[in-house]
């Protein structure tokens, strides 16, 4: 049976935590931030899903499928994809579609992430018009062998670009809501390791860049990384091991004050340090 990334750092973090959410499949409830990311990535799938249109619209030899209800012309069909594209005011109507609101205790504080995720669309609108773009797919799903091992997944973001230029290439990006990590962290991210062997998978050439983007209010942060082959041979050892251990069944946990704050199972677990 397939592993993904999640179970993978869940296991790293803390084995019965792992064991928790993946053995025994304890119940647990999703928090406000889990609640609020997921509308993000629902808003922005969307969004995805009309540049790929488009891309298909104006190059039909791109090889994307046809998404359209057949019912429009090229023409007619070409104008309304490029016409939601050219506002932010379609993002927004995407992410009030998307909005998540029966995770939060009352209206006040449902209104405020709504509000909150209205800015982060629109800081998102404003990196995303700063470059052309050609989305090659969104919310890609991948299954893959790592070292005897199967590792799936699901990519938010794939992009082609310098299509007219000998640099070009493919780039990843993953949209986070969490607060920005260091370079030396992406440099080292084991997700986006596996992202790389995806696209080396499904498009027959390297990932030539892999982009963690943290969404915010305050606006977009773009970190930028690759990885070359003895990164990616860490990184499937990496997979090995935690995967032998899960195999093992053995899931003693590692309790610390900063993993167990975070913990759903916090409350069940004898040796929570909080």
Not at 27 to 40: A, H, K, M, Q, T
Request: aromatic share 8%.
């Amino acid at each position: 049976m397939a592993i993904s990334y999640s179970q993978l750092r869940l296991y790293k973090l803390c084995p019965r935590q792992y064991e928790y959410a993946s053995i025994k499949k304890l119940p647990r409830g999703i928090n406000v931030y889990e609640s609020f990311g997921s509308s993000v990535h629902n808003a922005l799938k969307r969004w995805g899903e009309l540049e790929v249109e488009a891309t298909r619209i104006r190059n039909p030899e791109s090889g994307i499928r046809n998404l359209g209800n057949g019912q429009l012309g090229m023409f007619e069909e070409k104008q309304e994809v490029d016409s939601r594209l050219s506002s932010v005011d379609c993002l927004l109507d995407l992410w009030h579609q998307s909005f998540i609101i029966n995770t939060y205790e009352n209206r006040v504080e449902a209104d405020f992430h709504r509000k909150r995720g209205e800015e982060v669309m629109r800081k998102f609108y404003e990196w995303w018009s700063a470059s052309s773009r050609e989305v090659v797919a969104v919310e890609k799903s991948f299954k893959i062998d790592v070292s005897g091992v199967e590792v799936s997944g699901r990519i938010d973001r794939i992009e082609r670009f310098g299509i007219r230029n000998p640099e070009s290439g493919i780039r990843v990006v993953d949209f986070k809501t969490s607060p920005p990590k260091t370079q030396e962290q992406v440099d080292s991210d084991l997700q986006l390791s596996i992202y790389a062997m995806a696209v080396q998978e499904l498009y027959g050439e390297p990932c030539s860049e892999l982009i963690l983007l943290f969404l915010n209010e305050e606006g977009v942060e773009e970190v930028v990384t690759q990885r070359n082959e003895g990164q990616l041979k860490d990184a499937a050892k990496q997979i090995q091991m935690l995967s032998e251990g899960i195999g093992s069944g053995e899931f003693r946990p590692t309790p610390s004050a900063g993993v167990c704050k975070r913990c759903p199972y916090k409350g069940v677990c004898d040796v929570a340090a909080v």
